[in-house]
C-alpha cells in the first residue's frame, strides 16, 4: 500500500503564493506518476499538474503560468507551488500517485486533500 499526506494548504490572498506538499510512505516501488487533482464546492475533480516517472510534467490550461510542480524522488515527495492564486483557485487540493502495473499495486492512491482558500 501506499500512503500520501498532503500539508501546506491554508488561506493566502489573491494574488499571493502557496506550496502544497504531498509525502508518500509504503510501497512507493508501487508509484509511477505523482500529481495533483482539486475539487471545488458543486464541481467536478480536477487534474491540476502531474509529474511523470521520466521527470516530464503536464499542468492543467487553468493554471499554467502560474502553478508548477516538482518532484524529490528519492524521498517521495511532490510539491505544487501555486503563484499569482486566483480566488477561482479555490477548493481541496489531493494528491494522487498513479499506480504501476503490478498485480501487488493499485491502479492510483490518493491523500486525504487539503483545503486552499483564496480570498480577494
Known amino acids: 500500500q501506499v500512503h500520501l499526506v498532503e500539508s501546506g494548504g491554508g488561506l493566502v490572498q489573491a494574488g499571493g503564493s502557496l506550496r502544497l506538499s504531498c509525502a508518500a510512505s509504503?510501497?512507493?516501488?508501487?508509484?509511477?506518476?505523482l500529481g495533483w487533482y482539486r475539487q471545488a464546492p458543486g464541481k467536478e475533480r480536477e487534474l491540476v499538474a502531474v509529474?511523470?516517472?521520466?521527470?516530464?510534467?503536464y499542468i492543467a490550461d487553468s493554471v499554467k503560468g502560474r502553478f508548477a510542480i516538482t518532484r524529490d524522488k528519492p524521498n517521495n515527495t511532490v510539491f505544487l507551488t501555486m503563484n499569482s492564486s486566483k480566488p477561482e483557485d479555490t477548493a481541496v487540493y489531493y494528491c494522487?500517485?498513479?499506480?504501476?502495473?503490478?498485480?501487488?499495486?493499485?491502479?492510483?492512491?490518493w491523500g486525504q486533500g487539503t483545503q486552499v482558500t483564496v480570498s480577494s
Open positions: 494522487n500517485a498513479g499506480g504501476v502495473a503490478s498485480v501487488r499495486c493499485e491502479y492510483d492512491y
Open positions: 509504503g510501497d512507493t516501488t508501487c508509484i509511477s506518476t
Open positions: 509529474v511523470f516517472g521520466g521527470g516530464s510534467t
